[in-house]
């Protein structure tokens, strides 16, 4: 067995338990190639900047970047392996209620030999089998390896909230948190997914899993443990699912009791977020969401709480910061706040680390601003708690009451929400990567295995289930973890996921939207927050292209690698150019952008 260790003195200077990156390989016979899971792991360098770790054995092999977060002792190294019980695990997350199943797992005679989550994982595994998951409250993706039967277990946390990538040959199996360390891995098919593409093009970037843009790489779903057997055979099981309906029950629930459920479900959530042997800060939009959880932390009598905002340069009408809101929260409830100003020409700075950061291509301008945010942020704080998802999960868009009225939902999602449709598609892409319409079909088989009867509750559970996952939540981890910060998303507990999911679409979409969240925030958020209209964390430079910014798609898109590569048509491509804000989606997204975006990516990791 071999297992090696390489502390390095990180900003904390100790090491820690599952905030990382993780990678490996499984071959059906011979050894494992420690030179590429090698390349795997450092290429995850900035995902745990504190130390590496490398377990090989025979045809497994694990790799594993390490972030100090919890149980800052070298006992919770990691791969870790429990000789005693015969198993191996990398790990990347956090399971916020370690402790009690911890004290569950001693009552039941089990011997811990560290005090973090990554050994409670091993345990939990090991007295309750794959199932141990559905006991897991928090964020993860892990790999465990039985020594007695050769299997591996991979297994993703219910909402996506960390990544898990894979790639395959004839005589091997390879995962990594991120998809450039598949890349670095070698032997992956980099060719283009005309499905993926699809996706990519109508889903604003998000790209459903298993696929990814290249036919060679996809990703585990959300909720799913996938096992492999030594002989190669796979198989995987969802282990939990939410269906956003009504039910029966529920309807004698008074709005006061559905509120009251609320703010009970979502404090518990910010409470288990705490969970850390470092600091935590908050990202402060101003916004309803994250001001909630600034109250919250207060209400929970959480001191020092630490803020931090971040703002552009206006371009015409479009303002570039929402401080006036932030400084308003921080001032009630006396945080120590920051505000990050950032002028146009350091965010074309940074463009390109930013997209060479991202494990696909994702074309929302919050992907530039928290990758901007997570650079000053991680120098003052390693973990934060975060807003996204609940936009998603209470119904905060302005496209969903357009669904009240529908007599064809899966018609007015693609109108609502595409950025581009089939027909728009063709004057895009070149003839061969365009054939059927698939992002239509995904549409409409999703809305026709939903548990949903009514249009708006079948665009929540797309939005929730889907579009969240590859949109958002992707972002914030990519841009946070390439400077080792951890964020972590309290809307997206899966208790809260569960309890909004049940509750009536009327308390969701009321109000402008999240009526239901904004009644639960008036008990604690100043109303100059909650009533304000709606905000998005806006870079105005990328959605109106012009001067530096639009010289710098230019160069990408008549590039001589773009050319030979001839995804799109040239005169098309010219037509944008010529006139950048005559081609916006009906989200008001620059589509020369999305274009751009798409070639600077796979430029950035040589494909």
Known sequence: MGL???????????????????????????????ASLSRMTSSMHARGPDAAGIFAQGAIAFGHRRLSILDLAPASQQPMVDNELGLGLVFNGCIYNYRELKAELR???????????????????????????????????????????????????????????????????????????????????TSLDPIGLHHFFSFHAAVPPPRTVLRGVKKLEPATILTIRPDGTRTSRRYWSFNVRERPTDRRMTQEEWSDALASAILAAVDRRRVSDVP???LLSGGLDSSLIVSLLGELGH???????????????HSGDEFRYSDLIAKHFSTRHEQIRIDADKALEVLPNAIESMSEPM????????YLLSAEVSKRVKVVQSGQGADEVFGGYSWYPSFLSTNDAAEQYRKAYFDWNHSELSKLLSEELLTEDFSRDFVDTFFARTGASSAVDKALQIDAEIMLVDDPVKRVDNMTMAFGLEARVPFLDHEVVEL????????????????????VARRYVPTEVIDRPKGYFPVPS????????????????????????GLYRSEFIEQMLQ????????????RLWQAALLEAWLQAHAI
């Open 363 to 370: 074309v929302s301008h919050d992907a530039v601003a928290f």
């Open 280 to 282: 935590i800060g908050v």
């Open 542 to 565: 990328l959605r109106y292209l012009r001067g530096p910014f639009l010289s710098y798609v230019r160069e990408i898109l008549t590039s001589r690698t773009a050319m030979d590569r």
């Open 107 to 189: 009552d039941l005679g089990y011997r811990f030999f560290s005090e973090g989550d990554t050994e409670v994982i091993i345990k939990a595994y090991h007295a309750w089998g794959d199932e141990c998951v559905s006991r897991f409250k928090g964020m993860f993706a892990f790999a465990l390896w039985e020594r007695d039967t050769g299997r591996v277990v991979l297994a993703r946390d219910r909402l996506g909230i960390k990544p898990l990538y894979y790639t395959e040959g004839s005589d091997f199996f390879r995962f990594a948190s991120t998809l450039p360390a598949l890349l670095a891995g070698g032997g992956v098919d």
């Open 4 to 34: 090696s260790h390489a502390p390095e003195v990180g900003r904390s200077g100790v090491l820690s338990s599952g905030m990382c990156g993780i990678c490996g390989e499984v071959r059906r016979e011979g050894h494992v190639s420690l």
């Open 303 to 317: 001191e020092d709480i630490r803020t931090f905002s971040i703002g552009f340069e206006t371009i015409g009408k």
């Open 579 to 590: 006139n950048p804000e005559a081609e916006m989606s009906p989200k008001g997204h620059s």
């Open 500 to 519: 909004a999911s049940r509750i009536p679409a009327s308390l969701k979409l009321g109000d402008g939207g999240k009526f239901i969240l904004k009644q």
